[in-house]
């Protein structure tokens, strides 16, 4: 699967399934391209509104390095996509669970605020 890339009104999300490295190195050269394509069409991003999340039930060690025109995207745990709360650990308010399908054990998301300069 390549990155997804999904824009509504003023926020844009990218989102891919990680397996291994060279996902994350792939999702790194998209937001790599998405810094360059926003200096080239004087598009502005708040890094303060940018975050990373990573959507599995393992317990993860390692933390997340991604980074958009030279600062690094905060790791979060939860976000407001469209309405709806998004949590890394999958789960909705009290005990339910959302499953997906097999191998949709890491997928990270990155929710970026962008401004037309």
């Not at 790194?28 to 810094?35: E, F, T, W, Y």
């Not at 709806?84 to 997928?107: F, N, V």
Request: net charge positive; proline share 2%.
């Amino acid at each position: 699967m390549e990155s997804t890339i999904r824009r509504f009104a003023d926020d844009c999300v990218i989102y891919r399934i990680i397996i291994n490295n060279a996902d994350i190195e792939k999702l790194q050269k998209v937001l790599d391209r998405l810094g360059e394509w926003a200096v080239e069409n004087a598009l502005k991003i708040n890094p303060s509104k940018n975050k990373s999340i990573r959507f599995t039930r393992a317990r993860v060690k390692n933390p997340l390095n991604y980074s958009l025109m030279g600062t690094l995207i905060t790791e979060g745990r939860s976000c407001k996509y469209l309405g709806i709360i998004l949590r890394s650990d999958l789960s909705i308010g009290g005990s339910s669970k959302l499953h997906g399908e097999k191998g949709l054990e890491s997928t990270t998301f990155h929710n970026v605020n962008t401004t037309n300069g």
